[in-house]
């Protein structure tokens, strides 16, 4: 079953504004990694971050994670059209066993130029 | 990066027949391999992990019988979705564990039963 809810849903923003991407999770974790789907294809990895970690970047995503809470956030800074996707979090159980993933509801991001 | 391939990449076929689908990690060895099913707009729902050599582990609620996983070989998992109905029509996706116990995803397979 999915362990991971996700908002907004849905985002709609302008090209150059940041978009925040939120999921919450629900088990005691390993690592909680972020994916973006393009409409009817595969994914593809963005970033981990593992549980002893609390921030992490690459070019222009930032990604927190507070176990405290179980939450983590996706920012996209200075977005383009090209980052309109469906966003993942998913995250890797303590007791999940063979590494399995459990996705959440994903945020649909469209970007308008 | 490690490079997973899903054959077909798209299928059509009628009401009761069966469907074999390919995973394949091209250029590593997987042990373990992973099969999620995507409905649209929806997220991936893990159906069950494929394990080289032994049976797979299926997720709770996912039909044994009805999704037949095989994992013959090192490189290759197949899911054979036997006595397909329209309600099995889905997109189906696999990923490979990689050696850091990362996982890397296939493209995506697009089942549709008439």
């Known amino acids: 079953s999915q362990q991971g809810e996700e908002d907004p849903q849905a985002l709609s923003i302008q090209e150059g504004e940041n978009a925040t991407m939120n999921c919450s999770y629900k088990?005691?974790?390993?690592?909680l990694q972020w994916y973006r789907q393009n409409s009817g294809r595969g994914l593809v990895h963005l970033i981990l971050i593992r549980s002893n970690e609390r921030e992490k970047h690459s070019g222009r995503l930032r990604v927190t994670l507070d176990t405290s809470k179980k939450s983590s956030s996706l920012l996209i800074t200075a977005s383009r059209a090209a980052d309109t996707a469906s966003y993942f979090c998913?995250?890797?159980?303590?007791?999940?066993?063979?590494?399995?993933?459990?996705f959440g509801a994903g945020t649909r991001l469209a970007v308008h130029p | 990066g490690a490079v997973v391939s899903q054959h077909p990449s798209w299928v059509i076929c009628k009401s009761g027949t069966s469907v074999k689908i390919e995973c394949r990690s091209l250029?590593?060895?997987?042990?373990?391999m992973f099969w999620y099913r995507q409905f649209p707009k929806q997220s991936l729902m893990l159906m069950a992990t494929?394990?080289?050599?032994?049976?797979?582990?299926?997720e709770q609620g996912v039909e044994k019988d009805k999704f037949l996983i095989n994992h013959a070989s090192l490189t290759l998992s197949t899911l054979t979705v036997t006595s397909a109905h329209p309600e099995d029509s889905s997109f189906y996706i696999c990923?490979?564990?990689?050696?850091?116990?990362?996982?890397?995803f296939g493209p995506g397979t697009r089942l549709t039963v008439l």
């Open positions: 088990t005691s974790i390993n690592n």
């Open positions: 998913a995250t890797a159980p303590l007791s999940g066993g063979y590494n399995k993933l459990i």
């Open positions: 990923s490979a564990r990689g050696g850091l116990n990362e996982q890397f």
């Open positions: 494929s394990n080289e050599g032994s049976k797979a582990t299926y």
């Open positions: 250029d590593f060895q997987a042990t373990t």
